[in-house]
């Protein structure tokens, strides 16, 4: 789809990790003003990520969200005070076999389940960086045998490569049961089929009763490649891999210099006139 000047943006859809907030998970002025600038211009501002709800609820009050917030890539939708407008679970005949390929290609695996965040190992990689994230701490479990609505499925491995082979596997193996991608250069996601972002803009578009055409999407990762097919302006950020930056229509500057705020400012807000 292409933006064109008859459909002026009326949405804006930003992902958080490695888009909205910086390398150290953290909202900078610039992009909390940029969010307040596209409100006062009239343009809906809405946050989607593969985070769980809890892990996006800092965000609520310096951006004065009144969107539905996208968690799980979708998986988990809910209103600005956490109740749930809509989840999507994984078929829990792909739950064990995705565990098991996943430790097969040498990843270690997290569950979320609900509002709990299940680990084997609470030494593992990333998960003190993930707990400081989300601001909370994960459940530690011997076992995820018998753990039933789960969200979503993590693979994880400093090893880049063996995670995005990883995924590849994941989409072979299970096909259009699961939507498998990488949420981070070190994480691979596994969730419903109809949990990926391009799915949110539709029910954003839905809910909002605003065209695709009519959003604009910001992301870094792989898995925001479906929502910046589904809207109308895409923007890749400039720490973004080169096939995702290929993807989108726009680049902004790095996550480190304020591209999130200054891809608002130079993409829509200029635009709109404001």
Known sequence: MTATNELPIRVVLADVDGTLVTQEKALTERAVTAVQRLREAGIEF?????????????????????????AFNGGLIVRPDMTVLEQKTISEGVV?????LLGEQGLDVWLYSGADWLVRDPKAPHVDREAKTVAFEPKVVDSFDGVTDVAKIV?????????????????????????????QPYYLDITHPKANKGEVVGYLSKQ?????EQFATIGDMPNDVLMFARSGLSIAMGNA??????????????????????????????????
Not at 46 to 70: N, Q
Not at 96 to 100: G, M, V, Y
Not at 242 to 268: H, M, P, T
């Open 46 to 70: 809405a946050v989607t990520s593969g985070r769980p709800p809890r892990g996006m609820s800092m965000l609520v009050e310096p951006l004065a969200l009144t969107t539905p917030i996208s």
């Open 96 to 100: 064990t076999p995705a565990i098991e």
């Open 155 to 183: 693979g994880i491995s400093d090893d880049h490569k063996l995670v995005a082979a990883a995924a590849d596997r994941a989409r072979d193996r299970f096909g259009d049961h699961v939507s498998a991608a990488m949420s």
């Open 208 to 212: 909002l009763g605003i065209p695709p």
């Open 241 to 274: 891999d080169r096939e995702v930056q290929r993807a989108a229509r726009r680049v902004a500057a790095s996550n480190g210099d304020e591209g999130f705020a200054k891809a608002i400012e130079r993409f829509v807000l200029a635009q709109a006139g404001s």
